[in-house]
């Protein structure tokens, strides 16, 4: 199974950018769908984005679409998330995860999951 690591989370001010990084190992990283989620206080975890084994396929929430942007670099095992034009409301835990076969987006399928990375937009 493999493992993950995010980091890159942090406090910014509404209208900036953060990237997110997820280093994978101890598996083959190209063998696995990849997947961005996080979870704010009080709420249920939700799907933020996803990405093919390949990258050739990416799949967005309609609340980050046009503002994120999901991309992974299979020679360097790691997938990333450039969130731009943040928002008080996407305040949250992040999530990266990584699915070996058929996945959905409440979460099912991802087998692996990293400890997460906050990320904190101040209005």
């Known amino acids: 199974q493999v493992q993950l690591v995010e980091s890159g989370g942090g406090l910014v001010q509404a209208g900036g950018s953060l990237r997110l990084s997820c280093a994978a190992s101890?598996?083959?990283?190209?063998?696995?769908?990849m997947g961005w989620f996080r979870q704010a206080p009080g709420k249920e975890r939700e799907f933020v984005a996803a990405?093919?084994?390949?990258?050739?396929?990416?799949y967005y929430a309609d609340s980050v679409k046009g503002r994120f942007t999901i991309s992974r670099d299979n020679a360097k095992n790691t997938v990333y998330l450039q969130m731009n034009s943040l928002k008080p409301e996407d305040t949250a835990v992040y999530y990266c995860?990584?699915?070996?076969?058929?996945?959905?987006?409440?979460?099912?399928?991802?087998?692996?999951w990293g400890q997460g990375t906050q990320v904190t937009v101040s209005s």
């Open positions: 995860a990584a699915a070996p076969g058929t996945w959905y987006r409440d979460g099912r399928g991802f087998g692996s």
């Open positions: 101890g598996g083959t990283f190209s063998t696995y769908t």
């Open positions: 990405i093919s084994r390949s990258g050739g396929s990416t």
